[in-house]
């Protein structure tokens, strides 16, 4: 079984910044890819940032520029560096690792952007 532990949410105030981290189990060679969405309440889950075991990294039109994703194989982690946050930025912030055949994900953690 794989788990993910997010941390690293909380509150801001706009064209503030946060780092989120996300520690998985296992090696992240067994992974396709890990990666951050986002969920805000009677919304869909929407992609934020995933970074691709080859290190290939892709962002949604949203946060291109402002946010970067990072992983440290030997820690295990991989992070969300989140620069001039927006109130819409405003979400759940679930940290997610894909295999060809399954997805995991993590508990989730809140983001708040709010003057």
């Known amino acids: 079984q794989v788990h993910l532990v997010e941390s690293g949410g909380g509150l801001v105030e706009p064209g503030g910044s946060l780092i989120l981290s996300c520690v998985v189990s296992?090696?992240?060679?067994?992974?396709?890819?890990v990666g951050w969405y986002r969920q805000v309440p009677g919304q869909e889950r929407e992609l934020v940032a995933h970074?691709?075991?080859?290190?290939?990294?892709e962002y949604s039109d949203s946060v291109q520029d402002r946010f970067t994703i990072s992983k440290d194989a030997a820690k295990n982690t991989v992070y969300l560096q989140m620069n001039s946050l927006k109130p819409e930025d405003t979400a759940v912030y679930y940290c997610?690792?894909?295999?060809?055949?399954?997805?995991?994900w993590g508990q989730g953690t809140q983001v708040t952007v709010f003057s």
């Open positions: 997610n690792a894909r295999k060809l055949i399954s997805s995991y």
């Open positions: 296992g090696s992240f060679s067994t992974f396709v890819a």
């Open positions: 970074i691709f075991n080859s290190g290939t990294t």
